[in-house]
């Protein structure tokens, strides 16, 4: 089954507690993203992958890293965590060649950084 | 930055009836798409619309763009409680890998 998964789905974390979130597709698309989903401000995009060892800044990048060793993962690293990093994060992936920026989207962590 | 805002932010109907949200974005783009979200849960594509199609079905769906206008709008014919979930357009800015999305609408449907 075609799909994006990430791992953990929930995750309670103290300040400062480095941790990683793994997004892994395996329908081989270039493309990757990452997004963080709050209440009254919509998804906005952290960073994105065009392709293995090519990332770039989206609108909210501080704070996180990303890196793309391998087309199918694309893991969110916070080397840092602060509160405000609390949210829903998402993963996503599409592939040019088979639907024009029709991004697949994985089924979401929930962080809590307290 | 925001560039889709959709309108209502939210709206409840009764089954059978149609829904109707509207999204409205700032710059050029070149294709506008919507995508469906359940409490919670991933996005799911519903639909896209090239900018140079006026309007697009799939279903009981059916969307329109107006480009001068700068706006798009999603129709949900014939509701079904299944429908209740939020709404997103999401425009791209000619660069093909950056998506962005509006705040969304709340759709629910009272069976």
């Known amino acids: 089954e075609a799909q994006v998964t990430q791992n953990p789905r929930y995750l309670i974390t103290v300040t400062g507690k480095k941790l990683t979130v793994t997004c892994s597709q395996n329908?081989?698309?270039?493309?990757m993203s990452w997004y963080r989903q709050d209440p009254g401000l919509g998804l906005r995009q952290i960073y994105y992958?065009?392709?293995?060892?090519?990332?770039d800044k989206g609108d909210v990048p501080e704070g996180y890293k990303v890196s793309r060793k391998e087309k199918r993962n694309f893991p969110l690293i916070l080397e840092s965590p602060s509160p405000n990093q609390t949210s829903l994060y998402f993963c996503?992936?599409?592939?040019?060649?088979?639907?024009?920026?029709?991004?697949?989207f994985g089924p979401g962590t929930r962080l809590t950084v307290l | 930055s925001q560039q889709g805002e959709e309108d209502p932010q939210a709206l409840s109907i009764q089954e059978g009836e149609n829904a109707t949200m509207n999204c409205s974005y700032k710059?050029?783009?070149?294709?506008l798409q919507w995508y469906r979200q359940n409490s919670g849960r991933g996005l799911v594509h519903l639909i896209l619309?090239?900018?140079?199609?006026r309007e697009k079905h799939s279903g009981r769906l059916r969307v329109t763009l107006d480009t001068s206008k700068k706006s798009s709008s999603l129709l949900i014919t014939a509701s079904r409680a299944a429908d209740t979930a939020s709404y997103f357009c999401?425009?791209?800015?000619?660069?093909?890998?950056?998506?962005?999305f509006g705040k969304g609408t709340l759709l629910t449907v009272n069976p």
């Open positions: 996503a992936s599409f592939g040019r060649r088979i639907s024009y920026n029709e991004q697949f």
């Open positions: 329908m081989n698309h270039e493309y």
């Open positions: 992958s065009m392709n293995v060892e090519v990332t």
């Open positions: 710059t050029s783009i070149n294709n």
């Open positions: 619309i090239r900018s140079n199609e």
């Open positions: 999401a425009t791209d800015e000619g660069s093909n890998y950056k998506l962005t």
